[in-house]
């Protein structure tokens, strides 16, 4: 046990060492996060459809990278492709719409930023997953296999998105939204603490939800 009272600066500091906080990458969410998140934490961003959370996901695994995680970005919704496509575009400051048209240019900004940073970023990887029926187990036995065969680890985790995955448990009633979405999101956060991994997923609120009542989701921890 811990003596609560016996020495605070000593519980603190093994605290934040054990922690590792790490920057978001926008310094206004990190002032409201105390300066960033901490691994073995899971991190829900929260938004109404279309409004980007895949694009906060991707924005969020490229500030990671640049400070040199090596990041898993798993999509269950859209193809490995696309997801490069926009980081193309994010990387490049090119638009999705005009890459096609100057794919040599591209590549060749790619290889100059991987060659200018190659000490600096971590590694970048993109797995797809069946939108349904993939559970955090599945997530979990790619993460095993993927260091097996490469000899590398992950630093970080996005999961695009929450609301797609299923829980590992088949016990559980899928059509209760609430118990679905908590099962599946401890699952997370289990594999964040298991690994070590900074994890940030994203959960779509219900448009006829919001409209109906004054929805508060301030009490969704790191959301």
Known sequence: GTDYFANPLERLEKMKNRTDMTSTGWKTIDKILYGGTNRGELT?????????????????????????????????????????LRWDAMLTDMTTKNIFGAMEEVAARLNSLKVKNINEWGKLQIKKFPEGGTTVNDIR?????????????????????????????????????????????????????DYG??????????KSGVQEADFDISHIAGG
């Open 44 to 84: 829900i961003w929260c938004g109404l459809p279309g409004h980007g959370k895949s694009l906060i996901l991707q924005n969020q695994a490229l500030n990671w990278m640049m400070q040199g995680k090596n990041v898993l970005y798993i999509t269950l919704e859209l193809a490995e492709e696309l997801v490069g």
């Open 141 to 193: 036995a790619y993460i095993k296999e993927y260091e097996i065969q490469t000899g590398l680890k992950f630093d970080a985790l996005c999961v695009d998105y929450l609301d797609l995955l299923y829980p590992s448990s088949g016990k559980i009633d899928l059509n209760n939204i609430f118990m679905k979405d908590k099962m599946t999101s401890e699952e997370l956060r289990g594999l964040a603490q």
């Open 197 to 206: 991994l900074l994890t940030a997923s994203a959960s779509q609120i219900g």
